[in-house]
């Protein structure tokens, strides 16, 4: 599959956080004349923000003389969407670049793998990020279709990567890890900072902090807290406190800490 040098049209078929993220960040720069999205109104939402840019909630109104479709929708979706970008486009599959944006999906269009542009990144709309230094990952079967991909990626992010596609799964489950699941403990931290009298806020100091010291010195050394040290009447005293889900994230986060060290301590004790 040979991709175009110069990709000047884009079709974005999407509209929820990631897909507003990247329509804002490449409007002006290159002619973005269609957004999908199955509720129209969405697509009006994002479509209203470019001159000449049209809102579809149908496949089959996609402009065949596009020469990229960034297929940004829920992972369950894109094989679909892909299936009917396949009839639309015809032998003008050869032609338009397509890619998709997720980290775990292994889709293909016309019967050969799709092309991945994936920004390691949370994504909420109405919060601005700066884009710029947004890792985007990319993975493609031909030059012609990295150049492409590299060119676009490299109009919203200074920091484009090379990735193979096995890679991508272990690549979303670390983010996952580092940055859902770590957002989830900061809800629950929230909960009991209200109950307390706070605000999330006075904890900005040390999430900060920790980040700083996990990126410098790296997150396994940089372990500190009651299961690192094995102080018992601690862990005993907060699970006092907790009820139900939130004791058990505590219980097994603070065991699987106690776990990870418990070599470690035993080596400096011997």
Known sequence: MKGPKKIKRIALIGAGNMATHLFSSLTGKVEIVQVYSRHIENARVLAAKSPDCAAICDIADIDRTVDMAIVAVSDSAIQEVADKLSKVLGEKTDKCVVVHTSGTTTATIAGKKMSVLYPLQTFTKGVALDMKTVPFFIA???????????????????????????????????????????????????????????????????????????????????????????????????????????????????????????????????
């Open 140 to 270: 493609a079967d031909t030059e012609a279709d990295t150049r492409a991909i590299r060119s676009i990626a490299s109009l919203m992010s200074e920091n484009i990567l090379y990735i193979e596609r096995e890679k991508l799964p272990k690549l979303h489950l670390a983010a996952v890890f580092a940055c859902n699941f770590a957002n989830r403990t900061w809800a629950i931290a929230e909960e009991i900072l209200h109950d307390a009298g706070f605000d999330f806020s006075v904890m900005e100091n040390i999430v900060r902090t920790t980040l700083d010291k996990a990126l410098a010195v790296g997150a396994r050394e940089g372990q500190t807290g009651p299961a690192r040290r094995n102080d018992d009447n601690t862990i005993n005293y907060h699970l006092a406190m907790l009820e139900g889900e939130n004791a058990h994230i505590y219980s097994l986060l603070t065991q699987s800490i106690i776990n990870e060290y418990n070599n470690d301590d035993k080596n400096n004790n011997g």
